[in-house]
């Protein structure tokens, strides 16, 4: 790999790090009667799919089992959802809606709308297609990120690991961009 390919990866790593930080920062900004977007999308869930076990939801929506926590505990403490234990399996909780929960959701429910179009309006529809392609490769690029990078670091820790041809030391050119 050249230096100017180098540039043009390091680049797109910044740019997309750039955009996901931007993104949560604004989205967290955001509270529809109290309950931030990441709860909207807990009670969404609920009313396509129906009670949901808390581990279950956190798998699908990507969030932590701490942010789920913090998530529902608000949710049902403003009375949007109510947990109960499974009766066959006291183990399992599983989080369901409330009246007022669907009631809050329908008022809200241009803001989901009004999210979507605010990240991708003006663009072609050639140029969602290319996106979604380029989202879906970068999410199989994700499959085994955490585990090659924590893998790699504790080699490095243990002993210096000669680099394979195609991760030669780059030039000490200036950096442009921001890295790990």
Same mark, same amino acid.
């Given at each position: ?6 540039? /043009? !990866?390091?680049?797109?790593? *910044? ?12 989205? =967290? /900004?955001?509270?529809?009667? &109290? ?5 909207? #999308? %807990? ?5 396509? =799919?129906?009670?949901?076990? #808390? &581990?279950?939801? $956190?798998?699908? !929506?990507?969030? @932590?089992?701490?942010?789920? @926590? ?7 403490? &403003? &009375? ?8 066959? =399996? ?6 369901? %809606? @409330?009246?007022?929960? /669907? ?14 179009? +605010? ?8 140029? +969602?297609?290319?996106?979604? /392609?380029?989202?879906?490769? %970068?999410?199989?690029? +994700? ?13 490095? $820790? ?13 030039? $000490? $050119?200036?950096?442009?961009? #921001?890295? *790990?």
């Amino acid at each position: 790999m050249d230096d100017k390919q180098w540039e /043009r !990866l390091q680049e797109a790593d *910044y740019l997309f790090r750039k955009m996901v930080r931007r993104f949560v920062k604004e989205r =967290d /900004r955001v509270s529809v009667e &109290g309950i931030a977007l990441p709860g909207m #999308l %807990i009670l969404q869930k609920i009313i396509r =799919d129906g009670e949901q076990r #808390l &581990g279950d939801l $956190a798998e699908q !929506l990507d969030f @932590t089992s701490g942010a789920i @926590t913090a998530l529902s505990d608000k949710l049902e403490a &403003g &009375g949007y959802t109510v947990r109960r234990r499974k009766e066959d =399996d006291r183990r399992t909780v599983l989080m369901g %809606i @409330t009246e007022k929960g /669907r009631e809050m959701v329908e008022r809200g429910g241009s803001i989901g709308e009004r999210c979507i179009t +605010l990240l991708f309006e003006g663009f072609t529809e050639e140029e +969602l297609e290319q996106q979604s /392609r380029f989202y879906e490769r %970068i999410i199989s690029n +994700l499959e085994g990120f955490s585990e090659t990078l924590l893998k790699l670091a504790q080699q490095n $820790a243990e002993a210096p690991v000669p680099q394979a041809p195609e991760q030669k030391p780059r030039t $000490a $050119a200036k950096k442009n961009y #921001l890295s *790990y």
